[in-house]
């Protein structure tokens, strides 16, 4: 057996996939050690304060050590993951090779899934859920993996009697379960290690059903994994919990949510928030969006309420740039920005984001719902990078999707102004001197009133309605 030396271990650090970023949680492992690993190769996705990301390993290799288990959060600029390179990359395999010297190999062709190829080194599955791992073998890595699932601290093992050795807790091949990608999906979502699904597919390939017979497989007994120390004595019916598990229900607070309620404090905290609503007509403006929709020009576009929301609010700013700033606390200064990043507000599985239209100003109307269709589909997909939410400079948020009249919004740190939109209604309404169904809409504006005053931000938030109410003005104002 060849001895590694630590020149041929590369150490793949957490990278700051966001700028000023701390931390990430890896939230999924895509290589186990073992595993034979290309540059530019996604190895495992992580989840930042702003978006789940996923990370490429930079060289070629081995995988010799995966440093944290997934549900871990790490700082950035720390190992996270151990691979043999160059010369050490053959001794790093070598183990492995020794490991399944002994087993047939399967004739014939082996099945191939899209994506995964033949690997052409041996990989170790992970122990089955409930079993210990030789102590030999095991890594402190592993060590902590097995305390997290519930196994305690490995004890020191006794010597094993010659004529009964103990049988390892899961078959060690040379290759990764077998399924097709919605598959292992599907596994992931319920919980299920593939590594201990029985596949009754051709070519020992996981199926569907055999991931649902898993999850409706009893647990094995006690007695099929014993523990090298005794169980802890049943917990006595009044003796104290923390909370009742039936009535309540706790989330830690992590990845995007963290962020964004650290974030609301330090802003709500910081800046000094003044609101200003006004209620306002947009009959007319509701008649342009059903008119755009059967514009050629518009095909395939998305065309909404907040397309000509976002295109008024652009033509305010225009109208008023000093609304278009941020309050630079350690130069006390006031930084007008001469382009607006339109940032639009998002919920999302992960918790709210607000990423942003990069040179919204420069934008023609067809180009601003282009950008405002990209920017949702992506929030949704879950795919929106940490570039997209940086560098604001004003935020649309709409409330009204949700039925929501109005609300007072928190600015986001950095920016000077955000505008809530509210639900669109038909609301009896004083149109010409007579009282008449209208499409009505209140919108609220809040602004840092140290270096907004009332005048600045009042004009602002008439210019949004006065555009709302005429879309006309689009063309003489913008």
Sequence with gaps: MTTMTDSSVREFKMPDVGEGLTEAEILKWYVQPGDTVTDGQVVCEVETAKAAVELPIPYDGVVRELHFPEGTTVDVGTSIIAVAVGDGAAAAAEPVQEAVAEEPKPEGR?????GYGVSTSSTKRRPRKGAEAPAAAQTPTAAIQAELNGHGPAAPAAPAAPAAPAAPAAPVTGDRPLAKPPVRKLAKDLGVDLATVVPSGPDGIITREDVHAAVAAPEPAQAAAPRSEPAAPAASPSAPTSYDTTRETRIPVKGVRKATAAAMVGSAFTAPHVTEFVTVDVTRTMKLVEDLKQDKEYTGLRVNPLLLIAKALLVAIKRNPDINASWDEAAQE?????YVNLGIAA????GLIVPNIKDAHAQTLPQLAGSLGELVSTAREGKTSPAAMQGGTVTITNVGVFGVDTGTPILNPGESAILAVGAIKLQPWVHKGKVKP??????????DHRLVDGELGSKVLADVAAVLEQPKRLISWA
């Design 347 to 350: 919920a999302t599985p992960r």
């Design 334 to 338: 006031i930084v007008v920005k001469h």
């Design 438 to 447: 209208r499409q009505v809409t209140t919108l609220a504006l809040s602004f």
């Design 110 to 114: 082996q099945p191939v899934l899209v």
